[in-house]
Nanobody, 116 residues
C-alpha cells in the first residue's frame, strides 16, 4: 500500500520560510519522479516543482528563485524549501509520486498559509 506522510505546513508571515517534507512508503522511491503541487480555494491544482529519479528539477515560473525541491532516496523523502513566501502562495500543498500514468500517487495535502 502506497502511503505518504507530509509535514511542515503551517502559518507564516510574508517573507518567511517553510520546509515541507513528504515521506513515501510502498513504492520504489528512487525510481519515481517526485513532485509538489498546490491548490488554492476555488482554483485548480497546479504544479509547483518536480524532481526526477536522476535529480533533474523543474519549477513553476511563479516560484523559481524562491522554492527549491530536493530528495533523499535513502530516506524515501522529498522536500520543498520555500523562501520569501507571499500571500499568493497560500494553498494546500500535495506530494506526488509518478512512475507512469498508471503508477501515479498523491499525498493527503498539507496547508500552507501566508498571512500577517
Amino acid at each position: 500500500q502506497v502511503q505518504f506522510v507530509e509535514s511542515g505546513g503551517g502559518l507564516v508571515q510574508p517573507g518567511g520560510s517553510l520546509r515541507l517534507s513528504c515521506v513515501a512508503s510502498g513504492i520504489t522511491f528512487s525510481l519515481y519522479t517526485m513532485g509538489w503541487y498546490r491548490q488554492a480555494p476555488g482554483k485548480r491544482r497546479d504544479l509547483v516543482a518536480t524532481i526526477t529519479s536522476g535529480g533533474s528539477t523543474n519549477a513553476a515560473a511563479s516560484v523559481k528563485g524562491r522554492f527549491t525541491i530536493s530528495r533523499d532516496n535513502a530516506k524515501n523523502t522529498v522536500y520543498l524549501q520555500m523562501n520569501s513566501l507571499k500571500p499568493e502562495d497560500t494553498a494546500v500543498y500535495y506530494c506526488n509520486a509518478r512512475y507512469n500514468k498508471d503508477l501515479d500517487y498523491w499525498g493527503q495535502g498539507t496547508q500552507v498559509t501566508v498571512s500577517s
